[in-house]
């Protein structure tokens, strides 16, 4: 499927280049005109390894690895033939001094010739297992011209499906198409969320309480992931390689914070990680590589020691967030009378640059995420929860969604979004669990999409 020209109001599913099926490809899910005349779209953008998960692409690399397989046991081959064609030809000179040392006899022999003959005959028994080894050889130099044979066909076969272009030539032009789509997609900016897919569970570890993240700001290639257990005067944070490592819970370091968290509501960003200090209204803000505290700062008047936590308590009075304009933090004051404060923060300085008051109570919210400077709030961390309020930051207004979220586990203590991947990372009653999201767009018709 090539870029679909985006003509008017579109909608972009916000697929993501993790945690899509293999059989995923470019897809066109909807198309229809709207009564402007407008065209109405739903796609989803693939893996940045479309190619590596085509069906062809995979039995080409099959087929490459059993051509490399095959040269490697030419290769050994040629040099065990070689090695024994060196004996053979040694022996020749010795069977034709034998041969003429029996003619020379004629009939008689004394005995002494006759131990140096038999000596002589004891050098060539060797000769026996050399001559069997080059049948084997044989053998194999019948079926590996036989399997080259095949080879050959397949690929013919493989080159006629896939049209004029050479392999290479197709990855190039795959690679540069994945390109002008997500080119498109990063024109497409922001949206408003209209749904949530149904949730995908990447592992069980840990106990009840925890969170869990990747880098919002790290290049596409890093895909390292957090992983700290507990909501209250932990320490621990785990620094998995990948996201494969993280799954089969290998290739990870350890980083001992020098000071604990409280609450589920951490934030890994740029290379640090912002967290509530244990017992304290004070944000930390860590950084990974030097292992050390960069700065920390009071958030002012934010409760803290389940003043105003969510709807399942945990110390969540504090909630750091990130989205495509940067950091938030999500808490209750006092002065707000229990209802949700937005405050954009400076990630480096750590002070507050603007704030909202949403107008929503904490305590009755189950978790919340920002997506686009807007705040969406779900009505229940239980079972049967939905995104259920939505408060725009750019015009200070609010208004009441339905917007379906299936909790499997029945138990949400910490939920956010992460704009690189466009999904949400939940950690549900011990389990770690991934959501993709659509965003709903409305973009200009001007420009190469």
């Keep these: 499927l090539w870029p679909l020209p985006y003509l008017g109001s579109s909608r972009w599913g916000g697929g993501t280049t993790l945690f899509q099926s293999p059989e995923e490809g470019w897809q066109l899910y909807t198309s229809a005109q709207a009564p402007d005349g407008k065209c109405i779209c739903t796609a989803v ?56 040392r029996l003619r020379a006899a004629d009939g008689s022999l004394s005995a002494k010739s006759f131990q140096e003959l038999k000596d002589r005959m004891t050098e060539l028994l060797p000769l026996s297992s050399v001559l069997e080894q080059y049948k084997t050889d044989t053998r194999t130099v019948v079926r590996l011209r036989e399997e080259v044979r095949n080879l050959s066909g397949s690929l013919a076969a493989i080159q006629e499906e896939m049209g004029a272009y050479g392999y290479e030539d197709l990855q190039q032009r795959v690679m540069a198409l994945e390109a002008r789509l997500h080119a498109c997609a990063q024109k497409l900016g922001c949206g408003k969320l209209t749904g949530v897919s149904n949730p995908i569970t990447v592992r069980a570890m840990g106990s009840r309480f925890g969170s869990w993240m990747t880098d919002t700001m790290a290049p596409s290639a890093d895909s390292r992931v957090w992983y700290m257990d507990g909501y209250y005067k932990g320490r621990r944070v785990l620094e998995f390689r990948t996201l494969g490592d993280f799954i089969k819970g290998q290739n990870f370091i350890q980083h001992l914070l020098p000071q604990p968290w409280a609450g589920t509501g951490h934030v890994v960003y740029n290379g640090s990680l912002f ?23 009071s958030l002012p008047g ?41 405050s954009r923060l400076d990630p480096h300085t750590l002070e507050v640059m603007r704030s909202w008051d949403t107008g929503y109570p904490k305590r009755s919210a189950g978790e919340a995420f920002m997506i686009c400077g807007v705040l969406y709030v779900t009505n229940s961390h239980l079972a049967g929860a939905k995104v259920y309020f939505a408060y725009f930051t750019n015009t200070s207004s609010y208004e009441y969604t339905d917007v379906p979220f299936h909790n499997q586990y029945s138990h949400i203590s910490m939920l956010d979004y992460n704009p690189r991947e466009r999904a949400l990372y939940t950690w549900n009653n011990g389990h770690q669990v991934l959501y993709n999201v659509t965003l709903f767009h409305v973009i200009s018709t001007s420009g190469d999409p």
């Design 275 to 297: 967290y509530n200090k244990y017992q304290s209204n004070v944000v930390v803000k860590y950084h990974f590589r030097s292992r050390s505290v960069l700065v920390q700062r």
């Design 302 to 342: 934010a409760g803290y020691n389940n003043t105003f936590p969510y709807s399942w308590g945990g110390f969540s009075d504090m909630d750091f967030m990130v989205d495509e304009s940067g950091l938030w933090a999500v808490y209750t004051t006092n002065q707000n009378a229990g209802n949700i404060v937005v």
């Design 45 to 100: 953008i693939p893996a940045q390894s479309t190619c590596s998960r085509d069906g062809r692409s995979r039995e080409l690399r099959q087929l490459m690895e059993k051509v490399q397989n095959v040269s490697q046991s030419m290769e050994v081959l040629e040099l065990r033939t070689y090695r024994d064609l060196q004996y053979v030809r040694g022996m020749e000179t010795l069977m034709r001094s034998l041969d003429a």
